[in-house]
């Protein structure tokens, strides 16, 4: 059985278990969404998502 997730629903899931077991304050984790967003509209937001994309096809194991 193929379970399809969108990244962000992923780094969610991590979000909020570094909030819940590992006591990161919410607000580290907002500041970090927001710098995460604030990048996107950079000159490196395409080298990001290409690595972002190779990465998850290397843990896929898709190879086009």
Known sequence: ????LPLV???GC?????VKFLGI?????VLIALFGFWLSH????PAI???TRSGVSVIN???D
Not at 25 to 29: A, K, L
């Open 14 to 18: 991590f979000a909020w278990g570094a």
């Open 25 to 29: 304050r919410p607000w580290i984790v």
């Open 61 to 63: 194991g898709t190879h």
């Open 42 to 45: 950079t000159f490196l937001a």
């Open 9 to 11: 629903v992923v780094l």
């Open 1 to 4: 059985m193929t379970v399809s």
């Open 49 to 51: 998502e290409s690595g």
